[in-house]
């Protein structure tokens, strides 16, 4: 049963989701609010789980030549004393690689399997109405133009409008962070896999890239700072992190790749948001978590598969609000338990004492690994 379908949003998930689905014989259009495609986001850390995701959506191999694959990561202290270290290997099941790469290549890469798929651009949705008369979603865009669909998928990202439409009591929650993210040219030396140094109420996380780059992630403990101006953005990161090891200092002291500096306060949605009838939330418009396990973008393509696969099992589209029942039932509880998993123990990283965290982390091991061991034992 084909059915259609339209996505708002045209980022990471909302692109699987549209190749995904198409490929599925379903008819498929995608509204994206930008006009066209600019520079956006830093890079993608894709854990097992995600590129074992994109393996069953034949993307894999294409996106490999852009990306880094490590094999373990270490934790460290500001001044680089290792904390706890551990390999990648025999944590998931089909040893599926871990990779990184910038996001701008990850969704260029994306896009390209779209040229069939109609995409309006510089749009959004302005008005849903559904009709239980004749099971159809009514979707009325910015400029003007109705469109009609048997489901609506909304891939808009963590502050999605459509969802903040439907559930408007839905808020999210911030865990007390303030966040820098950019990209910059690997430091001398520096090998292949990740590295987390923790201050006492602070964190740098270095992806190493391809061709010579890095991703870094830094956070601070900060109860108060809701935006700052760039210049003051890259002063506060720059004296944050002064006191850390020469790599960390000479990346928040350097050049910043593409001239960019992305910063902002870390939210989240604590419990995951769904459906309103035959529109249906993916993604971080779902479920947006913290960064701690690298799910993000994880477990918004294992929706993009379960939501394929629950939609093949349809013989009539009278059936459709019992499939995306099944597709609640089969996410939620897995979804809840990475939003749990990830959320707590990045509040408690930079907020706990600094000699009680570091035992703890030296008897324990990476939180990153300690979390994917986790969750690799089930499936999707």
């Excluded at 049963?1 to 990471?12: E, K, P, Q």
């Excluded at 509204?31 to 590129?51: D, Y």
């Excluded at 900060?222 to 002063?235: G, K, N, R, V």
């Excluded at 990153?368 to 690799?376: N, R």
Aim: glycine share 8%; net charge negative; hydrophobic share 40%.
């Amino acid at each position: 049963m084909n059915l259609s379908i339209v996505i708002s949003g045209c980022g990471l998930v909302g692109a699987a989701a549209a190749r995904a689905l198409s490929q599925a014989g379903h008819k498929v259009r995608v509204i994206e609010r930008v006009s066209q495609w600019l520079p956006r986001g830093a890079g993608v850390a894709l854990p097992a789980n995600a590129t074992s995701q994109l393996a069953k959506l034949g993307l894999l191999k294409q996106i490999e030549p852009f990306a880094q694959q490590g094999s373990a990561i270490s934790y460290l202290t500001a001044s680089g004393d290792r904390l706890c270290h551990r390999a990648f290997d025999g944590l998931y099941p089909d040893d599926a690689p871990y990779l990184a790469l910038r996001y701008q290549d990850l969704h260029e890469q994306l896009v390209a399997g779209l040229e069939d798929i109609p995409v309006a651009m510089g749009t959004e949705i302005s008005e849903v109405r559904q009709s239980d008369s004749d099971n159809s979603v009514a979707a009325k865009l910015s400029s003007g133009e109705q469109l009609h669909c048997d489901l609506l998928l909304s891939a808009e990202g963590l502050h999605s409008p459509l969802r903040q439409t439907l559930f408007p009591g839905t808020a999210l929650d911030d865990l007390g962070l303030f966040c820098w993210r950019f990209l910059a040219k690997k430091p001398d030396g520096f090998g292949h896999d990740p590295q987390l140094y923790l201050g006492r109420n602070d964190a740098f996380l270095i992806y190493p890239l391809s061709s010579g780059d890095v991703y870094c992630y830094g956070h601070r403990a900060d109860q108060d700072t809701l935006h700052l101006d760039e210049a003051e953005a890259l002063a506060q990161l720059q004296q944050c992190f002064s006191g850390y090891v020469p790599a960390v200092v000479q990346l928040t002291q350097g050049k910043m790749l593409e001239n960019r500096l992305i910063t902002g306060r870390m939210r989240v949605l604590n419990n995951p948001v769904w459906s309103s009838g035959r529109v249906l939330c993916i993604g971080d418009a779902a479920h947006g978590c913290g960064p701690i396990l690298q799910q993000g973008v994880a477990q918004g393509l294992e929706d993009v598969t379960v939501l394929t696969e629950v939609l093949g099992g349809l013989t009539n589209k009278e059936q459709l609000p019992q499939a995306l029942e099944q597709f609640r039932l089969r996410r939620d509880p897995r979804v809840r338990w990475v939003c749990e998993h990830s959320n707590t123990p990045l509040r408690l990283l930079s907020s706990e004492d600094e000699q009680l965290r570091n035992t703890r982390l030296k008897a324990t091991g990476p939180i990153h690994t300690q979390g994917w061991e986790a969750l690799f034992k089930s499936q999707p």
